[in-house]
């Protein structure tokens, strides 16, 4: 029963947080966006203090149930566990004494990350947002296809019920890096068990700590327990030492696989208040494990470092036939107030990509520096900034995009349009053109007088907010003769 019950609160969270991801129609309700925001690394750098108590506090009552029904990766882990046992060895999992010099050296390294800005390293071990980058750069992607595919289908049909959308990897190292990361994870779900979630995880390491003092435990019955091993050898979070009848519960993550497969009802789930877990400190670690866990992260940290020259502008100039420009300083969303404060605050959950209407937004390379790459970063290359949207600093988890409202956004200068008169097609071709200036939704494009009864744009940078609207109707290639320079700090 209570597997079961964990089992369908489990689907249904991991369900609903991946179609939001995936909702390239839009049809299903912002609100939905709190999935996201109850995550714990969301919460703690967006000041959620509510949220945080809630979560702290349901581990004191119940555990870890967090790892195994609310974050999204666990779920994902456990998912790829099943497929495991139908297609290799059941009960394959033993114990292993805690890595804990591994776990607790990560969690320094995760909260120096944060502490001096160095987002990167957050970006690359927080749970929830190696998840969401999964789903953006690698499922998404196949999802539009498939959406394209039925397109086709319905089309011929006479039917027009799927709407084609136009697929393309919009970095090629977010793409690297998430392929490697979920590699990564599926190996050592597959092998270990939950290694990374007791290892690796800084979520995973904090609430641990917690759990030791939940009043809610899993215990063994010695009378009853004749030593069978069982209960260990489904464990996947390898936490149950069945020779000394000790449970490690700073790494259970109450999935109650354990209670389920025992024959014998040796163990059960209840309250038993101040029991201490008899936890074995980490004498002999693994080496291999440790050998493996330090190849996988100079792995993703070597990956930026050689992907940070411009994968996703060769990309766009493919796609879209124009040159990326050279801009000083890089296009941050409204709502983020300035770059230095995105930078901080973002740990690269590409939720705000996922969700931009215009495919505004991408993951940077190298214009935020190697230490925030993956960070969101405007081009208008295929797109430009609705005036009347404000979808992304609606569904932003940790408050690196802050939620504003549309007349507050309509009044956000996230950037200047700066004008190169030779480029454009009235001096190149002489052609009259006017593009820029009539989807300026400010006006704060002019047309002033020229050759030969020809107009020419002249820019009003007070009244320009860096939409983007200009750079994306101006004809010009492959440079536009128009494009958006970024602020440091945005003005209102």
């Given at each position: 029963?209570?597997?079961?019950?964990?089992?369908?609160?489990?689907?249904l969270?991991?369900?609903?947080?991946?179609?939001?991801?995936?909702?390239?129609?839009?049809?299903?309700?912002?609100?939905?966006?709190?999935?996201?925001?109850?995550?714990?690394?969301?919460?703690?750098?967006?000041?959620?203090?509510?949220?945080?108590?809630?979560?702290?506090?349901?581990?004191?009552?119940?555990?870890?149930?967090?790892?195994?029904?609310?974050?999204?990766?666990?779920?994902?882990?456990?998912?790829?566990?099943?497929?495991?046992?139908?297609?290799?060895?059941?009960?394959?999992?033993?114990?292993?004494?805690?890595?804990?010099?591994?776990?607790?050296?990560?969690?320094?390294?995760?909260m120096?990350?944060?502490?001096?800005?160095?987002?990167?390293?957050?970006?690359?071990?927080?749970?929830?947002?190696?998840?969401?980058?999964?789903?953006?750069?690698?499922?998404?992607?196949?999802?539009?296809?498939?959406?394209?595919?039925?397109?086709?289908?319905?089309?011929?049909?006479?039917?027009?019920?799927?709407?084609?959308?136009?697929?393309?990897?919009?970095?090629?190292?977010?793409?690297?890096?998430?392929?490697?990361?979920?590699?990564?994870?599926?190996?050592?779900?597959?092998?270990?068990?939950?290694?990374?979630?007791?290892?690796?995880c800084?979520?995973?390491?904090?609430?641990?700590?917690?759990?030791?003092?939940?009043?809610?435990?899993?215990?063994?019955?010695?009378?009853?327990c004749?030593?069978?091993?069982?209960?260990?050898?489904?464990?996947?979070?390898?936490?149950?030492?069945?020779?000394?009848?000790?449970?490690?519960?700073?790494?259970?993550i109450?999935?109650?696989?354990?209670?389920?497969?025992?024959?014998?009802?040796?163990?059960?789930?209840?309250?038993?208040?101040?029991?201490?877990?008899?936890?074995?400190?980490?004498?002999?670690?693994?080496?291999?494990?440790?050998?493996?866990?330090?190849?996988?992260?100079?792995?993703?940290?070597?990956?930026?470092?050689?992907?940070?020259?411009?994968?996703?502008?060769?990309?766009?100039?493919?796609?879209?036939?124009?040159?990326?420009?050279?801009?000083?300083?890089?296009?941050?969303?409204?709502?983020?107030?300035?770059?230095k404060?995105?930078?901080?605050?973002?740990?690269?959950?590409?939720?705000?990509?996922?969700?931009c209407?215009?495919?505004?937004?991408?993951?940077?390379?190298?214009?935020?520096?190697?230490?925030?790459?993956?960070?969101?970063?405007?081009?208008?290359?295929?797109?430009?900034?609705?005036?009347?949207?404000?979808?992304?600093?609606?569904?932003?988890?940790?408050?690196?995009?802050?939620?504003?409202?549309?007349?507050?956004?309509?009044?956000?200068?996230?950037?200047?349009?700066?004008?190169?008169?030779?480029?454009?097609?009235?001096?190149?071709?002489?052609?009259?053109?006017?593009?820029?200036s009539?989807?300026?939704?400010?006006?704060?494009?002019?047309?002033?007088?020229?050759?030969?009864?020809?107009?020419?744009?002249?820019?009003?940078?007070?009244?320009?907010?860096?939409?983007g609207?200009?750079?994306?109707?101006c004809?010009?290639?492959?440079?536009?003769?128009?494009?958006?320079?970024?602020?440091?700090?945005?003005?209102?």
């Amino acid at each position: 029963m209570l597997k079961n019950t964990r089992l369908i609160a489990a689907l249904l969270w991991f369900s609903l947080i991946t179609l939001y991801f995936l909702d390239i129609a839009s049809v299903l309700p912002d609100k939905m966006a709190r999935l996201a925001k109850m995550q714990f690394v969301p919460a703690l750098l967006a000041h959620s203090t509510v949220i945080l108590i809630i979560l702290i506090g349901l581990t004191m009552i119940l555990g870890r149930i967090y790892c195994s029904v609310i974050c999204p990766l666990g779920v994902f882990q456990d998912i790829v566990g099943w497929f495991s046992s139908r297609f290799g060895k059941k009960n394959r999992y033993k114990y292993f004494k805690p890595l804990n010099v591994v776990r607790y050296s990560f969690l320094a390294v995760f909260m120096i990350g944060l502490i001096a800005g160095i987002m990167i390293i957050p970006a690359l071990i927080d749970p929830y947002s190696l998840y969401g980058r999964m789903i953006t750069s690698l499922i998404k992607p196949l999802y539009q296809l498939g959406n394209n595919l039925m397109a086709d289908v319905t089309d011929a049909n006479g039917s027009y019920y799927f709407a084609r959308n136009q697929v393309y990897i919009a970095s090629l190292a977010s793409l690297i890096i998430s392929a490697v990361s979920v590699v990564t994870i599926k190996f050592l779900m597959w092998k270990y068990g939950r290694v990374y979630c007791n290892s690796v995880c800084p979520v995973g390491t904090i609430l641990g700590v917690v759990s030791k003092f939940a009043i809610f435990k899993i215990a063994i019955n010695t009378e009853q327990c004749n030593n069978c091993g069982l209960c260990a050898r489904r464990c996947k979070a390898s936490c149950i030492d069945s020779k000394n009848h000790a449970i490690d519960y700073s790494r259970c993550i109450a999935c109650y696989n354990c209670i389920g497969v025992c024959k014998r009802d040796a163990i059960t789930y209840k309250y038993q208040p101040n029991k201490k877990s008899k936890e074995v400190l980490s004498a002999n670690v693994d080496h291999s494990k440790r050998r493996f866990f330090g190849t996988a992260i100079a792995t993703s940290v070597a990956v930026p470092k050689i992907m940070a020259h411009g994968a996703g502008e060769d990309i766009i100039t493919k796609v879209t036939g124009r040159s990326v420009p050279k801009r000083e300083i890089p296009l941050s969303p409204a709502g983020s107030l300035a770059v230095k404060r995105l930078n901080n605050h973002c740990t690269s959950c590409h939720l705000c990509i996922a969700k931009c209407p215009n495919n505004v937004l991408r993951p940077s390379v190298k214009e935020y520096g190697i230490t925030n790459i993956m960070q969101p970063v405007m081009y208008y290359e295929k797109g430009f900034c609705d005036y009347n949207c404000n979808l992304c600093s609606t569904v932003c988890p940790n408050g690196a995009i802050s939620k504003v409202s549309i007349e507050e956004k309509q009044k956000i200068k996230i950037g200047y349009a700066s004008l190169n008169i030779e480029s454009c097609v009235v001096v190149t071709d002489k052609e009259e053109c006017g593009n820029c200036s009539r989807h300026c939704p400010v006006d704060a494009i002019r047309m002033l007088p020229y050759e030969d009864k020809r107009r020419i744009p002249k820019v009003d940078t007070e009244l320009c907010i860096g939409c983007g609207a200009c750079e994306f109707h101006c004809p010009a290639k492959p440079f536009t003769a128009i494009y958006v320079e970024g602020y440091e700090v945005h003005k209102a």
